[in-house]
């Protein structure tokens, strides 16, 4: 993947669910020498342990605030990473991510 500066970067997003219904989800966004991670950690009733939410700050051109969204879709078979940031021209763009089960 690259950014508008035509760097690379990468995006991971890891869910683990555990007996109990807890869930811990770890993401993170790589770029050049630059990295930035975030974990979360839901009991099984707390809003967002469905989809393993987490949330990154990590910009992908100029400084202006930009952070990605990760969540899992119902059937747990991929994720989607969603940069957000209003000022720059890749707000919105949604990146697949592939899943294994185990």
Known sequence: MTSSDGKGFGLSHDVYR???GSVMAACAVEG???QSSYFQVYRSEQVGSDTGGCFVTFDLDASSAGY???VVNKERTSSTATYQDPSS???GRTFNLGCSNY
């Open 68 to 70: 990605w969204k990760f």
């Open 32 to 34: 050049g020498i630059d």
């Open 18 to 20: 555990f007996a109990d």
């Open 89 to 91: 021209p890749l707000d």
